[in-house]
């Protein structure tokens, strides 16, 4: 691969949605007409007030939608290219390429090494249990706590900190090898310090993956991420709220020189 070749490949869209509508038990869109790219090897952030629909939209791209009682997708994701809601196509696989992270750390009431091993384990890893260790070592190392952990591997994961457990359901995450990382405001329940460490590791971390974070921070969104999208409420015609994407652009544009002015109101802190 040549220097031009692999610029292309940054501009890569990994998993693109177009006109996604997600209904959960009423007939109306909970949000609707969302058409956007994640492209490989950064960051996108979905910022917006409450209830605009990230989180719903974040979870259709690993089909963890599917899990919810009465909800349904309408429109079409694609993840290279492959649609992810093609009735051949197993939600159990896309979670394996799509990995997820939460706003609470929730590791497995295991050892730190149980944590790692599990997801592999699950998947058929078949190599031996040096092989086993070996993964380990090289996902808490890749999620930046393998230094802090590497002398109690035993120890329950419940016992580390709230920002070491959200760092271990990082390694857990990355495991299993998933080309995309979501997160659901992974920083939410963190202190500031465990923040900046997360957002520190997510810097590392795009190199390799694809990452994808709802965060109610706007700075942390202006930080952190390449590209920023921005969502909102509205109106429907039948007068229910729903979400709508307003724009998505380079995160200097839309914290600098948004297109819409509902965006820049937002950014400035005039609404929401
Ligand atoms: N499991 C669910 N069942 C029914 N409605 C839901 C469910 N999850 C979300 N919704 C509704 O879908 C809409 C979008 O919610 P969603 O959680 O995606 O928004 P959000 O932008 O992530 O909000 P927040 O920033 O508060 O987390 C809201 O009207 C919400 O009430």
Excluded at 88 to 94: I, M, S, T, Y
Excluded at 102 to 128: D, H, L, V
Excluded at 149 to 165: H, T
Excluded at 234 to 244: I, P, V
Aim: glycine share 6%; net charge neutral; charged share 25%.
């Amino acid at each position: 691969m040549n220097a031009s070749d692999s610029q292309s490949a940054e501009k890569q869209s990994v998993l693109v949605a177009e006109n996604v509508n997600v209904f959960y038990s009423s007939n109306s869109p909970a949000v609707a007409g969302v058409s956007l790219e994640i492209l490989k090897n950064q960051i996108t952030a979905f910022i917006g007030p409450s209830g605009c629909g990230k989180s719903t939209i974040l979870r259709c791209f690993n089909r963890l939608n599917d899990l919810i009682e009465g909800c349904r997708v309408k429109g079409s994701i694609t993840f290279n290219g492959i649609d992810l809601y093609d009735p051949k196509v197993d939600a159990v696989a896309v979670r394996r390429h799509i990995g997820m992270v939460f706003q609470r750390p929730n590791p497995f009431p295991k050892s730190i090494f149980e944590n790692i091993a599990f997801g592999p384990r699950i998947n058929g890893f078949k190599g031996s249990k040096n092989d086993m260790a070996d993964l380990v070592e090289k996902s808490l190392r890749s999620a930046a706590i393998w230094d802090e952990v590497k002398d109690k591997l035993n120890e329950s994961g419940l016992a580390l900190s709230g920002g070491q457990q959200q760092r271990l359901c990082i390694a857990r995450a990355i495991a299993v090898e998933p080309q995309v990382i979501l997160m659901d405001e992974p920083c939410s329940a963190l202190d500031p310090i465990s923040t900046l460490r997360i957002e520190e590791l997510m810097q590392e971390l795009k190199q390799k993956y694809t990452l994808v974070i709802v965060t109610h921070n706007m700075q942390q969104a202006s930080r952190s991420a390449d590209m920023t999208a921005f969502f909102n409420t509205e109106l429907s015609d039948s007068g229910k709220r729903m979400g709508k994407l307003v724009e998505i652009d380079r995160t200097s544009v839309i914290f600098s020189s948004p297109k819409q002015t509902a965006t820049e109101e937002y950014i400035s802190g005039r609404f929401g």
